[in-house]
C-alpha cells in the first residue's frame, strides 16, 4: 500500500497546460502568451482575458521575479506535505506582468520583504513531474 505521508498530489495536465508541464521538465517556465495581442497569462486557460482570442504562443519567462506577498503553513492541508512543514508559499510577480504561487526554498527566518528579488527554480519529483519553486535571488 502507498504511503500518502511519501505521495506527492499530482497534477492532471489539460490540452491547455500541457506545454507548461513540459517546459518544467526541462527546467524551463513557459508562460502562455496570445498570438493575437500578445497579453502574457498564467495559469494556462484556452482564452485570452484581453482580446477573447484562443489562438496561444508559449514563451519562456525570464525567472525574475519579487515577493508580492507570502504565507508560512504549519499545518498540512494534505498528508504528502506534513515532511515540509513549515512551508513558505509566496505569491510571487514575475518580470512577464503575470503572478505564479510556489514555495519558497530554503529562506533564512526573518529574510522575507514585499519586493524582495526572487529567482524561479524547479523540484525535479521524479521523470514524470517537475515543480516550479522560488529561491531568493542572493541566495546560492
Not at 497579453?39 to 482575458?49: F, M
Not at 503575470?98 to 525535479?124: H, M, N, Q
Request: proline share 10%; with cysteine; hydrophobic share 35%.
Amino acid at each position: 500500500m502507498d504511503n500518502p505521508f511519501n505521495d506527492r498530489l499530482r497534477p492532471a495536465p489539460s490540452h491547455d497546460s500541457q506545454p507548461y508541464w513540459d517546459g518544467l521538465k526541462e527546467h524551463r517556465l513557459l508562460l502562455q502568451t496570445c498570438a493575437d495581442c500578445g497579453t502574457v497569462r498564467h495559469y494556462p486557460r484556452p482564452v485570452c482575458d484581453q482580446c477573447y482570442s484562443m489562438r496561444v504562443e508559449w514563451i519562456e519567462a525570464s525567472g525574475h521575479a519579487t515577493i508580492h506577498s507570502w504565507t508560512i503553513s504549519h499545518h498540512a492541508f494534505h498528508p504528502c506535505f506534513k515532511k515540509d512543514l513549515p512551508l513558505t508559499l509566496v505569491t510571487a510577480d514575475l518580470a512577464e506582468g503575470v503572478r505564479l504561487c510556489a514555495p519558497l526554498k530554503d529562506a533564512p527566518p526573518g529574510s522575507l520583504r514585499i519586493g524582495a528579488p526572487l529567482r524561479v527554480g524547479f523540484e525535479t519529483v521524479d521523470d514524470d513531474l517537475t515543480l516550479p519553486l522560488l529561491i531568493l535571488a542572493d541566495t546560492p
